[in-house]
């Protein structure tokens, strides 16, 4: 029995209606979406979303700094400076992204500029109020935590990028009201498979977080915001 057959094991005996952040993540962005739409998605790397949801708008586009490995629907480019015109897009989706964000401030006034009135932005990203994402970013240099994510968690050395939690607390995005209203906040437990020990730790966290004055310091927050 491999770890992910062995983690899925306990997840079923303690918590069998658990869903990953990336399934709650695509059922919403899924269900967001609609045949007249327009949908950028933004720092979307390689994970070929736009892909797999082109056929059910009328417009989809994937942005990225990096060459992709899908090559159709796919612009590169710096997110503040988006190759579109304003009020351009129904919906906005960025997925792990606004934690690599430096000057928030550039980038939010690009996709405010970018989304029409009206329209939607979703942002799954991680939670600085966790405990394994302040903890690290307190007490390890950068290089430490490079080295943690590439051998615990067995993440590649190029999809590590430098994180900086400009917009991570929930407080922050609800800030954001100057020119959004924040339609949704949902605060999302990682599980990880790629060691026993780390998933029996995660498991524990999602289970105590799972209580609602604690809920808040789950490992990720999904957000969704509508421009004015």
Same mark, same amino acid.
């Given at each position: 029995m491999n770890n992910k057959e062995w983690s899925e094991k306990i997840l079923q005996k303690y918590d069998s209606l658990f869903k990953h952040r990336w399934e709650?993540?695509?059922?919403?962005?899924?269900?967001?979406?609609?045949?007249?739409?327009?949908?950028?998605?933004?720092?979307?790397?390689?994970? #070929?979303?736009?892909?797999?949801?082109?056929?059910?708008?009328?417009?989809?586009?994937?942005?990225?700094?990096?060459?992709?490995? &899908?090559?159709?629907?796919?612009?590169?480019?710096?997110?503040? &400076?988006l190759p579109f015109p304003s009020d351009y897009a129904d919906l906005i989706t960025l997925r792990f992204v606004v934690e690599?964000?430096?000057?928030?401030?550039?980038?939010?006034?690009?996709?405010?500029?970018?989304?029409?009135?009206? #329209?939607?932005?979703?942002?799954?990203?991680?939670?600085?109020?966790?405990?394994?994402?302040?903890?690290?970013?307190?007490?390890?240099?950068?290089?430490?935590?490079?080295?943690?994510?590439?051998?615990?968690?067995?993440?590649?050395?190029?999809?590590?990028?430098?994180?900086?939690?400009?917009?991570?607390?929930?407080?922050?995005f609800k800030k954001l009201t100057k020119n959004f209203r924040l339609k949704k906040m949902m605060f999302i437990s990682d599980l990880n498979y790629t060691r026993k020990w780390v998933f029996i730790l995660l498991l524990i966290w999602h289970k105590i977080t799972g209580m609602k004055i604690l809920n808040k310091f789950r490992t990720n927050i999904l957000a969704i915001l509508e421009k004015k």
């Open positions: 709650i993540y695509d059922e919403i962005v899924k269900g967001a979406l609609s045949s007249q739409m327009v949908w950028v998605d933004c720092g979307c790397g390689n994970d #070929g979303m736009v892909e797999t949801y082109a056929s059910l708008v009328k417009t989809a586009v994937g942005v990225d700094i990096i060459d992709p490995i &899908h090559k159709r629907n796919y612009i590169k480019a710096d997110i503040r &400076h690599h964000f430096q000057n928030s401030g550039e980038y939010i006034y690009e996709l405010t500029r970018a989304i029409k009135p009206g #329209g939607q932005i979703i942002i799954l990203t991680t939670n600085l109020l966790s405990p394994f994402i302040f903890l690290p970013r307190l007490f390890l240099p950068s290089s430490i935590k490079s080295k943690i994510l590439t051998k615990l968690f067995k993440v590649k050395d190029e999809d590590v990028f430098p994180a900086y939690h400009k917009m991570n607390t929930p407080d922050k």
